[in-house]
Every structure is written in C-alpha cells, then in structure tokens.
C-alpha cells in the first residue's frame, strides 16, 4: 500500500509563496490518484486540489484556484503543491491523500481516498 510522507510546512507571511510536497515511500506499482487536502483548529478537512496519475487531469477548490498548482513526478513517486500568495485563511495542517482508483472530478471528499500522509502545518501570518 501507499505510504505518504509530506514535508514542506512552515510560517511564512501573507503573500509569501510555499511548495509542499508528498512522498510515496510505499507500494508504487499501482498507479495512483492523489490529492491534497487541509484542516484547520475546529473545522473540517476540505478539499484542495487533486491530480490524475499522469499529470494530465487537475482539479482545485474555487478558495484556491489561481493561486495554487497541484503538480506530480511519477518518476520520485512525489506530488508537489505550489502555494502563492498566500492568505491567513490558509492556515491549517496540509494532508495528503492518494486513491488506488481512478480521478475523477467528484473525489474532493476525505471518504474517496484510501491512504493519507500525517500531515505538514502551513501557518500564514498576516
């Protein structure tokens, strides 16, 4: 199965950019849909982006499009997200997810991924 590393978190201030990025240490033959999504203090996890195994096909969240690119290199078996011009509202523990099924446009739920990444923390200071 999957096992997903991220790393790339930090403090950074309004406006700054960040690059996230994910790291399937795991099982690698299957190919995998994978996405990103985040949770901040006392809300739920939400939905990001999400990118198609090779690359071709991306979805992101309307709080986000423009601002943020989902991009993967199956070569590393790693998926990267861009984040530029970050806000305050950003702020939240940052989760990868990956699913052994196909992408699809209605996968932006938790429940449609089968394996997750512990977490990175993005803290956006205004």
């Known amino acids: 199965q999957a096992q997903l590393v991220e790393s790339g978190g930090g403090l950074v201030q309004a406006g700054d950019s960040l690059t996230l990025t994910c790291a399937n240490v795991?099982?690698?033959?299957?190919?995998?849909?994978m996405a990103w999504f985040r949770q901040a203090p006392g809300k739920e996890r939400e939905f990001v982006a999400s990118?198609?195994?090779?690359?071709?096909?991306?979805m992101y969240a309307d709080s986000v499009k423009g601002r943020i690119t989902i991009s993967t290199d199956n070569a590393k078996n790693t998926v990267y997200l861009q984040m530029n011009s970050l806000k305050p509202e950003d702020t939240a523990v940052y989760y990868c997810?990956?699913?052994?099924?196909?992408?699809?446009?209605?996968?932006?739920?938790?429940?449609?991924?089968?394996?997750w990444g512990q977490g990175t923390q993005v803290t956006v200071s205004s």
């Open positions: 990118i198609s195994y090779n690359g071709a096909l991306t």
């Open positions: 997810a990956a699913t052994s099924g196909f992408w699809a446009t209605y996968k932006i739920r938790p429940g449609h991924y089968d394996y």
């Open positions: 795991g099982r690698t033959v299957d190919p995998y849909a």
